[in-house]
């Protein structure tokens, strides 16, 4: 059976409640744009970045170069080649984690069935080359309102302490203080200042892994939200202040991603929103769909 064949999931529980944005909802955030100006939401990759720990490492490869050309003798165009026409390929070996991204609904799963959003698991959908169902190869482009949240800004500070967790109720002051109001089908970003530090790998440790906490997936889910996304690599607070019982490492995750298919997006750069003040905006996002990988880097735009 070829990826992406699954015969007991259908297409529509694998994208998530974005898969029913409404059409006057994009047109809406398409008139957001007034500027003409835009904001770039990721950083540059390259190898040696600052990563989740349990990710392997982002690596380029050269492939061909033209010296390697001319030394391995090889005619990639045939003869003749009198202008000395060379070229370079690479091979990019990397976790779709890798810098901004978005995680697929595939991408966590849960219990002793290891199941996932869309009714996935591991014994059914899960090959050799990736899930077959909640993969990237599924993930849904995002152009749709954005709006940013600001904890640091609001208490004064650059960033937020490593472990600092962020409440709903924050949220919720820090949104009528900023003057944006958080609607159905939007993408909520909340900075943590993380990314101030970037690529300081020492630097940003201060302040590694400050996030929403279980409280903001619930008002996000109640609020209608299609995804969410932060600046660190984990989204959500770590550790956890509220496991639970049983004991769970990643409350948020479980609710947002896998219990309700709404989608996370990590490692997304928002110092120069913040720097601005640009709290509402048209966001962008388009996934790369590769079939069994469990996410995709992006490079956002928030545009006004």
Known sequence: MAIGEGPTVKATHEVGKIKDIPPEIIAGAARLVSKGKWYSLATSRFPGM????????????????????????AQPW??????DLGYMAEYIMATSHSGAHVDALGHMTLGPDNHWF????????LTDHGPMVGDAGKLPPFFTRGVLLDPP????????????????????????????????WDVVLIRTGYLKFWPDALAMAKHRTAGPDLSVAEWLLESGVVATGTDTETYEVQPAPDRGRPANPQPVHTKLLIENGV???????LEDLAKERVYEFLFVALPVKIRGATGSMVDPLAVI
């Open 50 to 73: 600052p990563l989740f720990p349990g990710h392997p490492p982002f690596q380029v490869l050269n492939y061909r170069t033209p010296g390697g050309i001319r030394a391995d003798g």
């Open 78 to 83: 045939g003869p003749p080649n009198e202008a």
């Open 118 to 125: 869309g009714g996935g698991n591991t014994a059914e959908h």
């Open 153 to 184: 800004t609001y208490r004064g500070v650059d960033a937020l302490p490593a472990g600092e967790p962020v409440a709903a109720e924050e949220l919720q002051a820090i949104a009528q203080t900023q003057g944006v109001e958080v609607r159905p």
């Open 263 to 269: 989608y996370l997006l990590e490692s997304v750069y």
